[in-house]
C-alpha cells in the first residue's frame, strides 16, 4: 500500500496538488526488545528523520467554529492528511505510526502554538486523529469523539522536505521561530531506516 501512495503522491505532486486521500492503515510491525523496527527494502521513498513526539488534532476550514483560525499556511483547503508543524517547512511529507496504524502527512499549516512549548510538535488532521484513535470525527463540532484524550504519542517519518522556510530535523517550539528561517542544514538521514515502533 504504502508503494502505491507514494506513486500516488507523486503523480499528485506532478499536477500541482498534493491531496493526501488515504486512510490510517493497520500494519503489523513486530516490536523487537529494542523498541526499533526496520523498513523494508522495498520502500517507495527515502527516510529522511524519525522520531516521536506528542500530537493533538485540528481542523482549521475557515469556518470560524471551534478555535478554527481560518485557511491552512500552505494556501490549500483543509483536507485529510494535512497536519501542522511548529518548525517542519511547509509541504514536508512523512507518515506517523500509532498502535500499529500508519497514516500518510503532509506539512500544511503552522501550529501548535503554545503546546509546542510542552512538546506537542504535531497537530494532526480531526479526521485521520479519529482514525488512528478508533474515534469519529464530528464535522459539526470539529472534534473527536469516542476517544477521550486530546493528546496521543505518535512516531513520525520524514520522507520529504518542504522546499521553504522551517527546520529540517526534529521539530522545535513555535517560539523558537525557526519556522521563519531557511534551514540549509538538514539532518543527517539514519545511515539504516529505521521506523519507530507505533505505540
Known sequence: MSCIVGACLAALTAFGTTTVAANAESVPIPVPSDGVVAEPAA???????????????????????????????????????????????????GYVLYKGKKAPFFIGDRGPGIPSNSGVMLDIDGKTFAELTGGSFNDSTLTVQGFDAGHIKVDYVVTKWGSGKGKKNHPVPFSSGA???????????????????GN
Open 43 to 93: 520502500q517507495s521513498a527515502p527516510v529522511l528523520l524519525t522520531g516521536s513526539t506528542k500530537a493533538s488534532y485540528f481542523w482549521d476550514d475557515a469556518s470560524g467554529r471551534m478555535g478554527d483560525t481560518g485557511l491552512p499556511a500552505i494556501g490549500k483547503p483543509m483536507q485529510k492528511g494535512l497536519f501542522a508543524s511548529p518548525s517542519w517547512p511547509l509541504g514536508t511529507e
Open 179 to 197: 519556522w521563519a528561517v531557511f534551514d540549509r542544514n538538514p539532518a543527517t538521514p539514519p545511515r539504516t531506516p529505521v521506523v519507530l515502533a
